[in-house]
């Protein structure tokens, strides 16, 4: 019995040894994203471009000096550098983010990365941001402003809220070259197909009539 622990704990340090939080870490010094072939083996990543034929411009993105269209309902834009806009990224394990906010009240609503940590750093205005631990569920806000930096860790659900009369930046860095992004009232009330109303209203302790105006809300936003 002593050695068959031995063996199950002996088994779990290898796997967590192997275990990642991030990216894989490459194996050149860059292997630049090419679109991938038809019919392609599936691949955790992007296919790597020829070294030889690889230039300046695939590790360049212009245009983040540029604010994002804040005229939607939440009142915000989240301008994402990842792998697919940036080809140098692949094998990198980062990637970047530009986000703007309307005055008096644009948000980035609750949402999560599955794949990423989070770090932003407010560059105009004052942000009201804060995250949500897995059960028991504990929240730590904090209000930010410009020069202040707050880091949100991978899959937890958080938030950016604008809590002044003016425009508000903020630039963010993610660990991971597709840190994915499920924003929580979408994933919730709009997927295709819609989740069963029953299920949601069970869930949230609503009416059937409430959950499906939600769900015609937020469908397939």
């Given at each position: ?21 991030f990216d894989p870490s490459p194996l050149q010094d860059f292997c630049v ?105 504990r929240l730590f806000t904090k209000v930010l402003y410009p020069g202040d ?73």
């Amino acid at each position: 019995m002593k050695s068959f622990h031995f063996l199950v704990l002996l088994s779990l340090a290898l796997a967590f040894s192997f275990a990642s939080a991030f990216d894989p870490s490459p194996l050149q010094d860059f292997c630049v994203a090419i679109p991938e072939p038809k019919n392609a083996v599936f691949v955790n990543g992007k296919f790597c471009k020829n070294p030889n034929l690889t230039v300046a411009e695939d590790f360049f993105f212009p245009g983040l000096n540029v604010p994002g269209n804040t005229g939607n309902r939440v009142g915000s834009n989240v301008t994402l550098v990842n792998v697919d806009k940036l080809f140098g990224l692949n094998t990198l394990g980062i990637s970047l983010a530009r986000l703007d906010f309307a005055p008096n009240g644009g948000l980035n609503p609750p949402h999560t990365h599955p794949r990423a940590t989070e770090i932003l750093v407010v560059v105009e205005g004052t942000l009201y941001v804060g995250f949500v631990t897995s059960n028991p569920n504990r929240l730590f806000t904090k209000v930010l402003y410009p020069g202040d930096v707050f880091v949100f860790p991978i899959g937890l659900i958080h938030f950016q809220f604008n809590i002044a009369k003016t425009n508000a930046v903020a630039f963010a860095g993610l660990s991971s070259q597709n840190p994915g992004v499920i924003t929580i009232a979408n994933a919730i009330f709009g997927p295709n197909p819609p989740i069963n109303p029953d299920v949601l209203a069970k869930a949230f302790q609503l009416n059937n009539d409430e959950v499906v105006k939600l769900q015609k809300l937020f469908a397939y936003a």
